[in-house]
């Protein structure tokens, strides 16, 4: 047990894995209903603001995720694990964890200013500073539910609180509102959403909440916490530094471009990481209680991640006018979006090495293939935004999601395990040719033929993975007992 904290460990129960799974469905329905929400509200807010404007927006949101580096380093993922593995512990975890974030944000708030004074959209600090406060609380009262497993409390949250940034909104874009009104309403809403997990977390008695500077924890977890903030710092770099190359070398016109292409791409990793989130805490028992399962998991998991990224990827890819014109995004981001579908199966199956290094304790092996894949993606997008803009950026982006994948599992491979990637998911590929072939053929024309043929192409692409044999017995009848367990509850 890690000495950073203590309590007694939780026993790794038979159900585990199958809790895990269930878990997973549930999060992934109501999440997809939430992001489609989030999706239509950030093309509301695109279009009130306009490609300049919201360039400005998503510049301060860039800051904001930078600096929040220095405001959580690292501690909401030990949160998670150690909680999972010491539910004993969690309230004093919880405390120890909510009152270091007070210390962490106050250093966060100068370096905030100082990136949005260089990018000349200081004004927009409060609110933006509001995001990383109000945001990090979030995180942590949220993460309690996955560390302890009790992941029905947020699924009840997940939708009513999309639906009120939406309100607020279309409240502000009525209003012809400014980008620091919008970005309020992102504070409301997570404001609104920790009201409720403190309420939660207190009537069901998880936790006791209470302050806990304990001295004899700050070493320790600033100690373990280094290696989980380096990695952090340099991941959220890596998603985030394109922004401020490209509106230094273009123009906040181009930023808007790029960004609301990202968006979508954005969205859908919400999937994998829904899924790192659930599966995480469990490979961490596993690492003390059943260590031959965690490459086993491992290697499920990114055949999960495969199994829902790859049609993606093909659909997007073959289909993007359509889906640029369905989701009303800038017509120069349709260039873009064509780029970053490519990297949506590289950037799904990328979450299992996350997974994996941080639940075995391998934080700083991670840490270094953090820091691989950002100097892959600062030195592309140093070299292809001055020549090719926002076109410059998406390429830089998908590379490096390539060259990530490729480094995670050789790097495993050394250090704990090979995983079997080809054999547990060779099937898969067909399958999703097959269905990128109908799609190519029927080339759907208006938004409600692209809903038909999407949902028809998920109905070929689930007889392909039957007819192809891409689960296994054991998977098949995990997912025979899900469905049992849902429509008898």
Known sequence: MSAAVEGASVPLTAGAGRRALNNTILILIVRVVSRVVALVTVVLVSHALGDTAFGQMQTAVTYSALASIVA???FATLYVREGARTPDSISRLLGFAMSMRVFLSVLAGPLLLAGLWFAGVQSLWLPA??????????MLLRSTLYALQRLKFEILEIVPESLLLLGLVILGAHTHADAGYFLWAYVISYFAACLYFLIVLLRARMVRMTWNLDRSMVKPWLTIGVPLAITYLFTTVYFKVDVPILQHFRSYAEVG??????????????????????IFPVMSLYKHAAPERVLPTAE???????????????????????????LQLFPQSEASLHILAIGVFFAFVDNTFAATFNAVDRQK?????????????????????????????????VVTEMALVAIGWLVLRAQVGTLHVVRSTWRIYPAGLVMGAFVFVVHPQGRVALLLVTGAAAVIYVACIVLF????????????????NRFSA
């Open 300 to 326: 499920r998991f990114f055949k999960a991640l495969a199994l829902i990224g790859w049609p993606i990827t093909v659909g997007v890819f073959i289909l993007t006018p359509q889906f640029n014109d369905l």
């Open 257 to 278: 471009w790029y960004t609301l292409a990202y968006k979508p791409f954005e969205a859908l990793l919400f999937i994998p990481v829904t899924l790192r989130s659930v």
């Open 469 to 484: 044999r891409a689960l296994d017995a054991d998977e098949l009848s995990a997912l025979r007992a899900m469905v049992r």
């Open 72 to 74: 959580d380093f690292g």
């Open 365 to 397: 092996t991670f840490a270094y293939i953090a820091l691989s894949g950002l100097g892959i993606n600062v030195a592309l997008n140093a070299f292809l935004i001055p020549l090719f803009g926002y076109i410059g950026a998406s390429w830089s982006t």
């Open 129 to 138: 500073f509001a995001l990383i406060v109000v945001g990090g609380y979030l």
